[in-house]
């Protein structure tokens, strides 16, 4: 019976990642502490897997975390060294233009800080801040400044938005083993976590167009938008754990199964608008601009939500990984992942990660020092591509761990 029950889990898992998903942080947890769904143990199960905390027991202080992640979805770094200051051509031109998806380009950064953990046992507590910004630029905005536009051909600029956020995090975390035998251990989890929110800046609606005629130039711009400067939420994370034989581990985490910040505090809307008055060559340009911005009423964000899903093999002096992420409601499909651990040197663990997947290709390298009680953590890596020069953003991070 236990070993049905394993070999339908492990084919439940091997299932998504066939299927893969689509998020970022899988590269930067494995890089910076080689951290999987299917593989983590100490503190950092509070985070990724809360039912691994069951299966290894223990007590440590994280005494200080940073990472930080930047990207875009198009431009790489080798379409930027050729482009910048250079003279394009048509050709070069519409390459770079191909390169822009439908949806327009997107902008992202993620900056997060753990001020203080501490896990013993079944349990772990942690504080930690985060800062989300996203942004997207029409793809009709390149095409009009790569391309150029005809007499009488509009452009609009209607789907450009963005949103900022700035919350700090105080979690709960707790394993709860559910099954123990002689080759098979099986855990639950869960992860509760208060919200605490400082900023947040939403843009609502924005439209944006231009015109040109034989009269001369003509266009238009618009954005509305809210802003808070203060709020509270909550979030819950629910996890699986299954060891077999101690070498087998396969998990599964759904993050922000429930998740949002009601802001309350300093709510402003605002509106923005610009015209350009009638251009032709050689006349002076002109700008009609205005903006009001009123008390709103309180709102509430919504925290994305993300599925995991790993395999782990944990052999004498290597850790292999397998992982899947999807971020639910996101059209561009599953991200997976695949990492390796050498643990041959006593005290020195260096490891590697590969992503791959629509938008989730990636490379991440890691270093883990121990010093006593001390270990020090420190990662690179790139996304959007396998190869350096064309990366489409970067990732780095580093921490400290006390383990008594």
Sequence with gaps: MIRRVFRIAMVFILFLLATSASAASMLSEWGLSASSTAHVRGFDAAGRNAASLALDLGWQISLASVSADLGNNALSLARYNASSGADLNEEQKREILQEIPEEGWALGADLSAGVLGIRRGFLALGLSAEADVRGNLDRDFFDLVLMGNDV???????????????????????????????????ALGVR????????????????????????????????????????????????????????????????????????????????????????????????????????????????????????????????????????????????????????????????????????????????????????????AGIQGAWSPSQTRGLKLGARFLLNL
Excluded: C
């Design 192 to 379: 509760a976590r208060y919200l605490q929110g400082f900023y947040h800046l939403q843009i609502l609606d924005t439209e944006g167009a231009l015109l040109s005629g034989e009269e001369g130039l003509e266009g238009s711009a618009e954005a509305s938008y809210r802003s808070a400067r203060g709020g509270s939420g909550q979030a819950l994370d629910l996890s699986l754990a299954i060891q077999w034989k101690s070498q087998w581990s396969i998990g599964a985490t759904l993050e922000n199964a429930i998740a949002s910040i009601h802001w309350d505090q300093e709510v402003e809307e605002g509106f923005w608008e610009i015209e350009m008055e009638r251009w032709r060559l050689g006349d002076d340009l002109e700008f009609a601009a205005s903006d009001s911005i009123f008390a709103g009423e309180a709102y509430t964000s919504e925290l994305p939500r993300d599925i995991r899903a790993g395999l782990a093999w944990q052999g004498k002096s290597l850790l292999l990984v397998l992982e899947t992420e999807d971020r639910l409601g996101d059209s561009r499909g599953p991200v997976g992942m695949m990492g390796v651990e050498w643990q041959r040197i006593r005290g020195l663990r260096p490891r590697i990660g590969l992503g791959f997947g629509k938008g989730g290709e990636g490379l991440s390298a890691g270093l883990g020092l121990r010093l006593g009680a001390l270990t020090l953590d420190t990662f």
């Design 152 to 186: 009488e051909e509009p452009f609009d600029f209607g789907d450009s938005g963005g949103e900022a956020s700035l919350y700090a995090s105080a979690d709960l975390a707790l394993g709860l083993p559910v099954y123990r035998g002689r080759r098979l251990q099986a």
